[in-house]
């Protein structure tokens, strides 16, 4: 959860150290700093293999944490994971640029941030942050080119073999960690044609964008780590929280690979020495890195709908018991989905405490408060603006509907077919929701986004030119 690492009493710091993955180290005063790094000497876009490069630990003067680092305010983007909802995030993007100029409009983000699905997306707008409008049209044509036969690929009998055998120990220059339920070749290499990190490691060390960070789940501890790749004078005080780690190395293939890597569906990737897992498993929405990094200002995109009617179940459904499809994706939501209602409101009571300690505490004494902050969580506390869009409509139901309506077409095998049927049937289709890599299907969520931004294009427009 956001401040959950916040609120904890007495927490051991974490510090970077080149080559390893990040280890408990002695309290410091004025808490754990990571500074952006040195020009990048190579290209990540076609050696990836080379990710998980070293990681930088240096002190760096105290920084005010104002906005920028000293500098105007920063907006940060945040998305969260959810599989192919992650279309939702491209349409909100999408209507927020066309409520502010259309495809010529500048990039309002200065930080971006994601976890699984949103690491693609987060990584994305860093590669393209120096575009008139991002080249979303860019994007947009990745998410609507899918073809599902193709990234739904399923390899049964390796998955099973391996379930009674066991997974044999990985070699050093071995990637990915076992034999996933889905062959991960066809989404690889779709996000590296659609992602230019070459581009994306220029636009962060020449400042187009301040910050990435990408969330991801270390398979050897169960810790959340943070990697970040960081504009040079860059600061960012990471959580003191031992349930967290964090990285500060270019951000490659590997990472967002990682990020994305949902537990049985997809291996665990390599990076470096270790190997990671989907990210949304414990930081579904990365709201404090970005916080922690200086930003005033958050852009945060939900896929979750939220049923604001709370209907009871009606007593034909709760004299059936759920099926298996259904009882997948309730599982899977209760895994990946982070309860960012409770975040937000955490961060608004945060902010009501700002404003009364600016407005009633004298100058010394709100110094003294904010250093002792610092000390027991790494950063101080400031009022942060937010702008939150959550889907309108269900994803999960309008998936079912889509299913109905075009099952037939899809070239999948008979264990898949009745699979999809089951979860057409129930009206009600989470779990497809993680699996549906379709174009037409990834263009209704699309549009279902660019619809909700634009219903708000004032509120957008107020947001982003205050």
Known sequence: MLLEDDLKAEPVPTTIQRGDTPQPAEQRGDGPEQRGPAPPQQSSAGAHHKSGGDRHHESAPKSSHRGSQGG??????????????????????????EALGGSHAPNPFQIAAGASVGAINATFVAANAHAPGLNLDSLISSWTGMDFARIFSPQLLSFFRQLFRGTALPGKDE??????????????ALVQETIDFERLHENVHGGVLKGLFIAALQVATGKTTIFSELAPGMIYRHSKDPRRAAALELVTLDH??????????????????????????????????????????????????????????????????????????????????????????????????VDIHQRGLQPQIGRDLQQRMIRRRGASYRHIETLVFVPSQDIARLAA?????????????????????????????????????????????????????????DEIRAFCHA
Do not use: H
């Open 175 to 188: 990637q990915q960690l076992g034999t996933s339920l889905l062959n991960p070749a066809p989404l690889e």
């Open 401 to 457: 509907q889509y299913l109905k309506d075009n099952l037939r077409r899809f070239d999948i095998g008979l264990v898949a077919r009745r699979l999809l049927r089951s979860a057409a049937e129930e009206g009600n289709a989470d779990w497809a929701t993680y699996l549906l890599f379709d174009g037409g299907f990834a263009q209704q969520v699309i549009e279902l986004g660019r619809r909700d931004a634009l219903r708000r294009r």
């Open 72 to 97: 105007e305010a920063m907006t940060g983007l945040v998305l969260s994971g959810g599989g192919v909802r992650g279309a939702y995030e491209v349409g909100i993007i999408a209507g927020m640029l």
């Open 256 to 353: 967002v690979l990682a990020s994305t890597a949902i537990p049985l569906l997809f291996p665990a990737r390599r990076v470096g020495s270790e190997f990671y897992c989907d990210g949304g498993l414990r930081l579904n929405t990365p709201i404090a890195p970005v916080i922690r990094a200086g930003a005033e200002r958050l852009v945060i995109v939900s896929t979750t709908y939220v049923d604001r009617q709370s209907l009871p179940p009606s007593p034909e459904t709760l004299a059936t018991y759920p099926s298996l499809a259904f009882l997948t994706g309730k599982v899977l939501n209760a895994l990946l989905v982070d309860p960012l209602a409770y975040d937000l409101q955490i961060l608004a009571r945060i902010n009501d405490l």
